[in-house]
């Protein structure tokens, strides 16, 4: 494969806050306590001294019992093995999206793979761990894959399961469309191993948690990614100390996220998650639903939780979780703090929504487990297959002009194909306004100084109605080409679809499915984890 470093100052929609912490520049450390730079901060790490041997026993049979529920493959039950063994965990994680998600979820498990290789080859014995958001509520974020068809355009399939508004997706059963909807997706990928694996994984009574591990334990066979389904009843029993202080402190660590977010807004910065002075950690099952816990001072000036519209003591509320753990969970920043109770992490890897939490869940860290974990980036990528790379060549684009979206992009291929003689015309006009205004300004510069600056404006002008009299050309050009039209949704479809980036819209089975699962060891290849760019692959 062919690659190129595309950084992430030109990609889209990145927020400053990212490409900081990237840069890892002097502005952002109090935030982050640990460089993006594995190597560093895999020598300053010592998770197992914090993780006792009852605990460790407890999640290993767990994941021991779930992987092999999930049909684990041998790589993975040894690298269970060697986690029971002592070995620490590079941790991701991402929702149960239908038929695997986006593509950056296969790119998440190959990074925590990689990590765990390289810090076992520097004396760190460490394994992959995925995390499965199986207690997130948001269905509509997880029900709806994108594939591409023959002909460049996106097929948007849609899995018509659903629960009790707000039940964590873990618990929402597919009905029988799954199995047409798994021959509709056939049908666009091709027969393959992949499709056999989504058929295999993808069945009636199965959930979307389930569903997804099944997938991911075929795909990931022969790189033992072990799979933790979150929303698990011992799980909850063996977080439950967390849970407890989470509500204990709620004022406390309430407080500090408040001064958190003042601190990162006084910076530049954005907050990930807004909080508020009722906010908490927790969410709670109430009436079928997920529903976050609030907090209130009472009329006697005494602290009480709200769920929904029901009051709650703090004391009525610790009773509860003693006795019904499984009915709470934590909150997104609550959540890698559980995790890294619950596991012994060297360092977790997400995209940059994922970083920019870690901005605001430090002070929870620093409150709960009075340590922080690093955050590290994931891999980042863009796969142009041979198509798209042809259109490409072909109208001499970059993969930055399709970044503009649909319109911009159809107008610019519409300009690239003018017809010689107007684009000469446009040249030659170019031309002529460099040197007319040159002179013009040369000799305002002798007559009166204080024109200079007017010539300079109204060459602007001049300029502007020049360019939009281009544009105005190529709009004619493209209402009259249906070709153009088409090359453009084809590119904008494949390598900005949505006006998103395409790892976060096109299902990573796509891929897998197309070329083989060869793929992921050419991805596997392309993991550098002291490289910050984004990666435009040709395949």
């Known amino acids: ?116 290789q390289e810090a076992s080859r520097a004396g760190v014995e460490c394994v992959p761990i995925f995390w499965l958001a199986t207690q997130d509520h948001d269905l509509e ?90 929303d698990d009843r011992e799980l909850h029993t063996i977080a439950e100390p967390i849970y407890r202080h989470a509500l204990e402190r709620a004022a406390q660590i309430d407080d500090a996220l408040l001064q958190r977010g003042t601190e990162l807004e006084s910076a530049g910065y954005h907050q990930q998650v807004k909080v508020t002075p009722s906010s908490t950690l927790l969410f709670v099952m109430h009436e079928g639903a997920r529903t976050p816990i609030h907090r209130r001072l009472n009329g006697n000036k005494e602290i009480e939780f709200l769920i929904g519209d029901a009051k709650h003591s703090q004391a009525e509320l610790l009773r509860q979780l003693s006795s019904s753990p499984e009915q709470f969970s934590p909150n997104v920043l609550l959540r890698p703090v559980v995790q890294d109770y619950l596991l012994p992490t060297v360092a977790y890897t997400g995209g940059a929504a994922e970083v ?31 198509k798209a790379q042809r259109l490409l060549d072909r109208y001499g684009l970059k993969i930055t002009d399709c970044f503009n ?83 453009a949704n084809v590119l904008s479809n494949a390598l900005f679809p949505n006006k998103a980036l395409q790892e976060r819209e096109i299902a990573g089975v796509y891929f897998l499915a197309k070329y083989g699962e060869s793929l992921l060891a050419d991805l596997h290849g392309a993991v550098h984890t002291d490289c910050f760019d984004h990666q435009v692959i040709q395949l």
């Open 141 to 230: 974020e997880v029900n709806h894959t994108y594939l591409p068809t023959a002909d460049g355009l996106l097929e948007t399939l849609t899995s018509s399961a659903h629960g009790s508004v707000g039940a964590p997706v873990g618990t929402i059963r597919l009905g029988d469309d799954i199995s047409p909807l798994v021959e509709a997706a056939a049908k666009l990928l091709g027969e393959s191993p992949i499709t056999e694996y989504l058929r295999s994984s993808y069945r009636p009574s199965e959930t979307f948690g389930s569903a997804f591990a099944r997938l991911f334990a075929r795909v990931f066979a022969d790189w033992g990614v072990i799979l933790l389904d979150a």
């Open 356 to 386: 920019a939490y870690f901005a605001q869940a430090a002070v929870v860290y620093e409150n709960l487990l009075e340590h922080v974990t690093p955050v590290l980036p994931r891999f980042s990528a863009t796969l142009v297959e041979p």
């Open 1 to 116: 494969m062919k690659s190129e470093c595309l950084p992430f100052t030109q990609v889209p929609h990145t927020t400053r806050l990212f490409t900081d912490f990237l840069a890892y520049r002097q502005e952002v450390r109090r935030f982050y306590p640990y460089s993006p730079q594995f190597t560093d901060t895999l020598s300053q790490q010592s998770p197992n001294d914090r993780y006792d041997a009852q605990r460790r026993k407890r999640v290993a049979d767990i994941l021991q019992r779930q992987n092999q529920a999930f049909g684990a493959s041998s790589k993975t039950l040894e690298n269970i093995q060697r986690f029971r063994n002592g070995a620490c965990a590079a941790v991701t994680g991402q929702q149960v999206g239908l038929f695997g998600g986006p593509l950056f979820a296969v790119f998440k498990a190959l990074t925590a793979v990689k990590l765990a």
């Open 405 to 487: 979206g649909p319109s911009p992009l159809r107008e610019e291929l519409a300009r690239r194909t003018l017809p010689p003689d107007l684009t000469s015309a446009f040249a030659k006009a170019e031309r002529s306004v460099d040197t007319c205004w040159a002179e013009i300004r040369s000799a305002l510069e002798k007559l009166d100084p204080t024109l200079v600056d007017a010539a300079g404006r109204a060459e602007s002008k001049v300029r502007y109605q020049l360019d939009h009299l281009r544009a105005s050309a190529a709009r004619a050009e493209l209402r009259q080409s249906e070709l153009v039209e088409r090359h």
